[in-house]
């Protein structure tokens, strides 16, 4: 019966698989998360340019002096937000680029193990093949010390 092969550092490399599938999903979430931090900002930006187009439409009406003041207190509360988004997205962008060595790294020692995997693989069906072939050998030798008694 032919004999499968079996590779030892199997479980290892099902191990470091795991680890960088499980990089890649950091990842993916890293990137969800830049991605709205992007859309805050963008959406803080749209408001002070909303705001600004609300201000002049009222003052150009007669209103009441602290619904004036309105306006440059939320303009300052949407550019505070746009600060903290945008140190945010630089903090992502940090975490973004640790996380791609760190990916390289995981990608690097799963490669390493599959190659040895391939290796042992091929020393294996070499053996399998040098083994199948002296059978053969033999059998043919067999034939021939028959042949020759007849």
């Given at each position: 019966?032919?004999?499968?092969?079996?590779f030892k550092?199997?479980?290892?490399?099902?191990?470091?698989?795991?680890?960088?599938?499980?990089?890649?999903?950091?990842?993916?979430?890293?990137?969800?998360?830049?991605?709205?931090?992007?859309?805050?900002?963008?959406?803080?930006?749209?408001?002070?340019?909303?705001?600004?187009?609300?201000?002049?439409?009222?003052?150009?009406?007669?209103?009441?002096?602290?619904?004036?003041?309105?306006?440059?207190?939320?303009?300052?509360s949407r550019?505070?937000?746009?600060?903290?988004?945008?140190?945010?997205?630089?903090?992502?962008?940090?975490?973004?680029?640790?996380?791609?060595?760190?990916?390289?790294?995981?990608?690097?020692?799963?490669?390493?193990?599959?190659?040895?995997?391939?290796?042992?693989?091929?020393?294996?069906?070499?053996?399998k093949e040098?083994?199948?072939?002296?059978?053969?050998?033999?059998?043919?030798?067999?034939?021939?010390?028959?042949?020759?008694?007849?």
């Amino acid at each position: 019966m032919a004999q499968k092969f079996k590779f030892k550092l199997d479980g290892l490399l099902k191990v470091r698989e795991f680890k960088e599938k499980k990089i890649k999903l950091e990842l993916g979430d890293i990137l969800k998360e830049i991605e709205h931090a992007k859309a805050t900002i963008a959406k803080a930006q749209q408001d002070i340019e909303d705001c600004y187009e609300a201000q002049e439409a009222f003052v150009a009406e007669p209103a009441a002096g602290r619904m004036v003041q309105f306006f440059p207190q939320y303009i300052q509360s949407r550019r505070e937000e746009q600060k903290i988004q945008e140190n945010i997205l630089y903090s992502l962008n940090r975490k973004y680029q640790e996380k791609i060595k760190e990916l390289a790294h995981a990608k690097g020692e799963v490669k390493v193990i599959d190659n040895l995997k391939d290796k042992q693989q091929l020393e294996f069906n070499k053996k399998k093949e040098k083994k199948f072939q002296e059978g053969i050998d033999e059998l043919t030798i067999i034939k021939k010390h028959r042949e020759n008694k007849l």
